[in-house]
Structure formats: C-alpha cells, structure tokens
C-alpha cells in the first residue's frame, strides 16, 4: 500500500501507488514507471496502468521504448486489467478471472505486467531491449 517504489535517475520514473499489499488480492496494485511517465495509481478492483516510455529516432524512424508494466487487478465481477504503459509494456493481470498478466514486447525494455503472484497466476516478463549505435560516415 502506499507510494510507488522510486524510479532510477536517467533510467525511468516512479511506480505508482496502490491499495494492495502481498497478502491481499482484492485492492488494484499500481503501475510501473515509464520512461517518461510515472506508473498510475492502483483503485479499487483495478491496477494502475503503467508509464508510458519514451521516443526516439536513432534508428531513423520514430519508435517508443521503455514502457512500464500494468499493476495487478483483482476484479471481483470487474473483467477489467491495467494496460502497459506505450512503448512495450505489458498488461498487468486480473485475480477474479484469472487473466495472467502480459510480458513486455520484444526489442522494446518495456517492463512486465504485475499479478498476484502465486504458482498460477505469474507476473509478466520483461521485454528485452536494444543497443542501437549511431555513428558518422
């Protein structure tokens, strides 16, 4: 319960506060942080939606990475889920009607999508990321 956990300096912004705690699946848990967005905020029966990422042009075309995770829903009759922030993140799960929560896209650092946890229910994973290097010629 409470704030988000703090965002990395130059790396990416603050997770965002929910109602949920590890022992209870029936408050919406927060979002992770994005890139450039803090997470939302976890309420109710729904998960905050993670931060969306940031765009970038090195590789020649506009693309947006780093998105944040989707914080667990608990639903309760509610079929809603948190959505991952642009840029890759995955959605987060929903603890009524056992959707699992997704992992962030390929090539993008998106983060995963958050689930209550236990052996049938899995958080996603994160996506992988990219080293694009850009020189003169």
Known sequence: TGAGGAGTTGQGTNGGPGQGNQSSPYLGHGGGGGASQNGGTG?????????????SSISGT??????????HSPGLGN???????????????????????????VNTGGGGGGNYGDSSRLCGEGGSGIVIIRYPI
Request: net charge positive.
């Open 79 to 105: 079929a809603a889920t948190s959505s991952g922030g642009s840029g890759g993140g995955g959605g987060g799960g929903n603890y009524y009607n056992a959707a699992q929560a997704q992992s962030g896209q």
């Open 43 to 55: 309420s109710g029966v729904i998960g905050g939606n993670g931060g969306n990422g940031i765009t």
């Open 62 to 71: 506009a693309v947006v990475r780093g998105g944040g995770g989707g914080g």
